[in-house]
């Protein structure tokens, strides 16, 4: 089965071929990063506009350099949510009708399920179960992970999401948008030992987690310092380091919890070196497997939504035609 997967979510337009025989045939990307990066931030009406502009062309090149034409596909997959609402009509609206007038199936796909499943992509997917660390900038969960549609989500952010915390620090810092991979590089200058942020909610037990108070205690910090590039540096590495540490702290005792020995993470953040690096230290300490997304899956894209929508068709899920967009939505 080739599956077309449409991506429309926020400020990306992906789209993807997966084929559940031989795996992804192709895959496009559009990024809106610079029409949004005057404003500080994603403006919802201009992505939904964007997506417009460029969903077409994308999925005749994504088609044309698989090799195929349109009659060749078995289905359809798009993005039903969460997301911004005009930004997911498109795709869901462009997905839903091409399926029926090439008179194939269509499922709509939780988005945070593509981030989740984008490991599977790999050459060395994780087998099933595992714990899944899903950080991006709308979601921060740790979920239990049984099969494909088997999630319980045993923990949370209960506000900002690590990614937006990222984001919103790198933009306290001077740093330009999306501020989480800016900051990235600008706390690989930073010194230990300067500042010490918060690990928020790990003195008490639970999964749920919190990180606007990271960026508050960011905001306070860089207002009381000398603004010194190195400074700023110090700032970002004591920043990123809580986060990570924080996410170290929760996972480890999410797997503990469910005496499982495997962890994915996925999502925008899983894009961190330092988290990648930090986490993937627990196959040394205590033999978990760790499983993350090649860079490219890591952000949003139409592969991951494509590869959980041919799971989604396999299983004899599929849409009516009076589709609908979810911007919230839960897994
Ligand atoms: O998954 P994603 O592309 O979109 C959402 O579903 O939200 O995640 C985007 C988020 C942004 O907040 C971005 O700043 C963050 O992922 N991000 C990073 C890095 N790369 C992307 N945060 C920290 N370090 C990175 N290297
Ligand atoms: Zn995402």
Redesign the pocket.
């Known amino acids: 089965m080739k599956i077309l997967g449409i991506e429309t979510?926020?400020d990306?337009t992906g789209v993807a071929i997966y084929d559940t025989d031989s795996g992804l045939l192709s895959h496009e990307l559009y990024s809106q990063v610079k029409l949004h990066a005057d404003y500080g931030g994603v403006v919802p009406e201009l992505a939904s506009r964007d997506h417009v502009r460029k969903i077409v062309p994308l999925i005749k090149r994504t088609i044309a350099s698989a090799g195929l034409s349109s009659n060749e596909i078995d289905g359809v997959a798009f993005t039903r949510g969460p997301?911004l609402v005009g930004a997911l009509l498109v795709g869901s609206s462009v997905g839903r009708s091409l399926a029926y007038a090439w008179g194939v199936p269509a499922v709509g796909v939780h988005?945070?399920e593509g981030?989740l499943l984008a490991p599977m992509l790999d050459d060395n997917p994780p087998p099933f179960p595992f714990i899944a660390l899903l950080?991006?900038?709308?979601?921060s969960m740790i979920v239990d992970v049984q099969g494909i549609g088997q999630y319980t989500v045993l923990g949370e952010s209960l506000d900002d999401?690590?990614?937006?915390a990222?984001?919103k620090t790198?933009k306290l810092l001077g740093l330009d948008y999306?501020?989480?991979?800016l900051?990235?590089k600008l706390a690989e200058k930073g010194q230990p030992g300067h500042y010490k942020f918060p690990r928020p909610m790990t003195d008490r037990p639970g999964l749920d987690m919190s990180f606007s108070g990271l960026k508050t205690f960011a905001a306070n910090t860089i207002r009381a310092c000398d603004g010194a590039d190195q400074t700023k540096a110090n700032i970002a590495y004591a920043f990123?380091d809580a986060v990570v540490d924080t996410l170290l702290i929760k996972c480890q005792r999410a797997l503990k919890q469910t005496n499982q020995k495997r962890l994915v993470i996925a999502?925008?953040?899983s894009?961190?070196?330092q988290?990648r690096a930090t986490l993937q230290d627990l196959n040394r300490r205590k033999g978990i497997d760790v499983y993350y997304p090649a860079f490219e899956y890591?952000?949003?894209n139409g592969a991951m939504i494509a590869y959980a929508g041919a799971q989604r068709l396999l299983a004899g899920e599929s849409e009516g035609l009076d589709t609908k967009a979810m911007p919230r939505w839960p897994l």
């Not at 950080?135 to 979601?139: D, E, I, L």
């Not at 999401?161 to 937006?164: D, K």
């Not at 999306?178 to 991979?181: A, D, R, S, Y």
């Open positions: 979510s926020c990306e997301g988005h945070m981030h950080v991006s900038g709308g979601h999401a690590a990614g937006e990222f984001d790198a999306p501020g989480g991979p900051l990235a990123q999502g925008g953040v894009a961190n070196k988290l890591c952000t949003d």
